[in-house]
């Protein structure tokens, strides 16, 4: 009846639930309504709302800085995880250059793991599958 969906009306109507400085941010043009809309759940939406704005985020890094306050008590950031050691950093930069490829490698807990290998285009793709076929 009013020319926009069910799903835009009811996300609409949830950002009325933000506070009111929240909202001023959506007025004045400091935020979209994706960044506010990653909000909603948040502990702390106006203090995080303000960090959004003053550092520039963008819609997806708004949604993980939010999920992450939501998944830590007390609204705290989870602490980033360790970055990879250096063998396993020297291995994916070794396996790149003879590949060509961006390589990613993840270890889990249980000694198993994953290699991937990122390709740009459908060309690279073949290319990768003719190297494996060999």
Do not use: C
């Amino acid at each position: 009846m009013i020319g926009k969906s069910r799903s835009h009306v009811a996300n609409t109507l949830r950002l009325l639930k933000l506070p009111e400085s929240v909202k001023q941010y959506l007025n004045d043009g400091a935020m979209t309504a994706g960044h506010a809309r990653a909000l909603i759940a948040a502990p702390d939406p106006a203090a995080l709302a303000k960090r959004i704005v003053e550092e520039g985020l963008t819609v997806r890094s708004a949604e993980t800085l939010a999920q992450a306050t939501i998944s830590e008590p007390h609204g705290r950031a989870k602490t980033a995880k360790p970055d990879k050691d250096a063998d396993t950093r020297a291995l994916e930069k070794r396996l790149s250059d003879v590949l060509g490829f961006s390589v990613e490698i993840r270890h889990k807990p249980n000694g198993s793991g994953e290699v991937r290998l990122h390709y740009a285009s459908l060309e690279q793709l073949d290319d990768i599958v003719r190297r494996l076929e060999v």
